[in-house]
């Protein structure tokens, strides 16, 4: 990693946590390769029918490897990645990480919006797709991503390929005996949830994801008896590395992956595989619970179930356990780094009242006021950290990293939280323009960009509304332009020509003649956030 892509670790922190041994030099090519040895006949991977062994997971990322390298991908490349839960998504990534190319993790409801932004950013050398899924074609996308990136290389696809590369085609090269990257090296780049207009890309090495790897399935309680089902979308930092599929996968076990997180689709593998963990977000949570009472599958094998993403309110985790009959386990962090856990034997109070505490014993926390200073034990603050596996910069963003870092490589998350005495951490809201949409996050400033671009709009402004399912929904205000009066689904038809994801679109829009404005002119978005919920709450009553 150059000084100019992102910044790293000082040379005496990568000294201490190398003798701490949280740093071991493994890398995930090797990962895959020691658990092929050590659990080959055990199966790795379930998708649908398919059930790979650990030999043929990893041979085929070998042969997958093989052909990206005939293709001209190897070392520092970028390959834009976006497969829906599909046994190729690791096949891929594994062959990626073998050759030390960078998969830039792309998520299945992203469209040319940010599609075209990450290829085109990354200067990426290919974009690894499916061709259908789930009604949209992939295809289609990546014929408009190719137009606007022409440098884009390679286009692979799981499928048919209609002028692609067929994705099956790199599987009959002989398994890849190359060079692999050091443990040093970058080993992919995650998208950022922040609050800026363009998505920012998260750096991660394979030393320091590793250990958040390697300590969450420890925390977690991962075996090779473990069967984790994949029930949010596969390249979510969440389900890959808390302990997702990256943990299950360390310790031998078994990933099942599911084609939607829907009760009705998730119940029945949970049956059928005997799964015994799992991650949701919270909505998703309640519909489970809610689900739960009249199921005629057997949920019995489920003993931990994982909440994170958004806060989980202590009500509805109160009804889990009874509910469920599982264990609840509360997540909470980022992809940038710090990760916090309840553990599984803490108290009943401490599981559904916190969002956990931080894996390592060097992640540093300060809670803090605006002006940087720390706040009394159990006071709300701003939450800033800096440890083994935490990053010290985005990708190529040397103007945020100045904003988003202290002088000293804190990372200010945004979050706004208070520390219980023993250490946990219970999380109060975000400071930064951004709203988490049932785990989903939307910067604010993005969706209005896309916005200003309209003719008929003078202005936008993008806030949170409250919503008691998702938590928060987005609501967008709009000044029009002098005489023209555009209608709500005008607007959201145009954002969504643009190829903005759905989930980024407002659930609700507002025609407004101006905003109100702080003492120092700026847009109050406090005042319209106060609006709308105070317009919900009359309409409720």
């Not at 379930?46 to 043929?56: F, L």
């Not at 390679?154 to 005996?177: C, I, K, N």
């Not at 809670?367 to 701003?382: N, W």
């Not at 990372?411 to 400071?431: C, F, H, Q, S, W």
Request: hydrophobic share 40%; glycine share 10%.
């Amino acid at each position: 990693m150059t000084g100019t892509d992102a910044p790293g670790w000082p040379e005496d922190v990568v000294r201490r946590y190398r003798d701490a041994g949280y740093w071991t030099g493994e890398t995930f090519g090797r990962l895959l390769s020691d658990r092929a040895t050590v659990h080959g006949d055990r199966v790795a991977v379930v998708d649908g029918e398919r059930r790979w062994t650990y030999r043929e997971l990893d041979e085929r990322a070998a042969r997958v490897a093989a052909g990206l390298r005939a293709l001209g991908i190897g070392h520092g490349d970028r390959v834009v990645v976006q497969l829906p839960n599909i046994a190729e998504f690791y096949e891929t990534v594994f062959a990626l990480f073998r050759i030390g190319a960078l998969p830039v993790f792309a998520l299945p409801a992203h469209r040319l919006a940010e599609i075209g932004y990450f290829c085109e950013f990354t200067e990426a050398a290919a974009y690894v797709v499916t061709d259908e899924h789930d009604g949209f074609s992939y295809t289609g996308l990546a014929e408009q991503v190719r137009e606007r990136v022409p440098g884009l290389r390679h286009v692979v696809v799981v499928g048919e390929p209609g002028r692609f590369t067929q994705y099956e085609s790199l599987l009959a090269h002989e398994p890849d005996t190359g060079p692999g990257p050091g443990a040093s090296d970058l080993a992919f780049l995650q998208l950022s949830g922040g609050s800026t207009g363009t998505p920012k890309l998260i750096p991660r090495t394979h030393d320091d994801y590793l250990y958040s790897v390697r300590e969450s399935a420890r925390i977690c309680a991962l075996t090779p008896d473990s069967v984790y089902l994949v029930a949010l979308p596969a390249a979510h930092n969440f389900p890959m590395s808390s302990p997702g599929s990256l943990g299950v996968f360390h310790a031998g076990g078994t990933v099942v992956l599911s084609p939607s997180p829907a009760p009705d689709v998730a119940f029945p593998l949970i049956e059928r595989e005997r799964v015994t963990i799992t991650a949701l977000v919270p909505p998703l949570a309640l519909a489970w619970l809610g689900a739960a009472a009249s199921t005629s599958y057997d949920l019995t094998s489920l003993s931990v179930l994982q909440v994170g993403g958004a806060k989980f309110s202590e009500a509805a985790a109160r009804r889990v356990r009874p509910e469920l009959g599982v264990t609840l386990q509360q997540v909470f962090g980022m992809a940038e780094g710090l990760v916090n856990y309840t553990r599984l034997g803490d108290p009943e109070d401490v599981v559904t009242t916190t969002q956990g505490r931080p894996i390592s014993p060097d992640d540093e926390v300060r809670v803090v006021d605006d002006e940087d200073a720390e706040v009394s034990p159990g006071t709300t603050g701003h939450l800033l950290t800096r440890g083994p596996y935490t990053i010290r910069g985005y990708y190529r963003a040397p103007e945020h990293n100045a904003q988003a870092f202290t002088p000293d490589g804190f990372y200010r998350t945004g979050d706004i939280v208070r520390r219980t005495p023993d250490g946990y951490l219970v999380v109060e809201g975000r400071a930064k323009d951004q709203i988490n949409r049932g785990g989903e996050k939307v910067a604010a400033e993005e969706v209005e960009n896309h916005l200003l671009a309209c003719a008929d709009v003078h202005d936008a402004a993008v806030v949170s509304m409250p919503d008691d399912y998702l938590g928060e929904r987005t609501c967008a205000f709009v000044v029009p332009v002098a005489g023209r009066t555009p209608k709500p689904l005008a607007l959201k038809r145009f954002l969504r020509e643009r190829g903005l994801a759905a989930y980024k679109l407002p659930d609700r829009i507002q025609i407004v003649d101006e905003f109100p404005s702080t003492p120092v002119g700026k847009v109050s978005k406090a005042v319209l956030r106060r609006a709308i919920t105070e317009s919900l709450s009359r309409k409720e009553s």
